[in-house]
């Protein structure tokens, strides 16, 4: 990983390195500002403790996301959503947005997250895709923005994924690298739909993974992935 996660210096390490889409998380503070953050509390990633859930955008604001991973992003802090989406929109990419709301909260997250993308993106841009292991979140995001993709993550193998698939009307899968052989690869090429892989370190399973027909992999630095 070259940069903080979560950060606009993530955005922007990705676009250096000539990448087209990112991932990013999103929840709500507790007075409901969708921000870019991976865990339910601020402990790991940000200078902050407690509950994301509990804490405010104002105090959140002041956190120092960049600190514990190098000093040279000290000052660098915690970004509202639409401010990577307009990060991302200036370098032309694309992007995933996995919504990970926090215990409770999957309605709430969701209507935010999807509601302020819709104001700001532009009806010419390749559409986000929205992305949850949470079926709730992708049904309100369905019934919010019928016409934008929805990707269904995994982290087990489910031999009944394809009912889930159908039920919700998801444009693409995506599943934990160590759960993936050539058979289930197969299973989604047959079945039309594109599998994505998370998340790869490795270059050489990379290469293994895109030869069994998997449509995309995630990494955490994209020069991880692209050594001869």
Known sequence: MDAPENTLAAVRAANEHGVKWIEVDVKITYDGIPILMHDETLDRTTSGTGLVAETTWEKIQKLDAGKSFDSRFVGERIPLLTEVVQAVLSYDMSMIVEIKPCAGRARATTMVTVIEMAKVWPEQKLLPVIASYDDECLEIAAQLEPHWPRCILMDQWDPE??????????????????????????MFVDYNIPLLAYTLSDAARA???????????????????VKP
């Open 161 to 186: 994924w394809h009912s889930r698939v159908d039920r919700q009307g998801a444009s693409a899968v995506a599943l934990r690298e160590d759960q993936l052989t050539a058979s289930r690869v197969k």
């Open 207 to 225: 290469k293994e993974l895109l030869a069994w027909g998997v449509a995309a992999v995630y990494a955490g630095s994209p020069r991880d992935i």
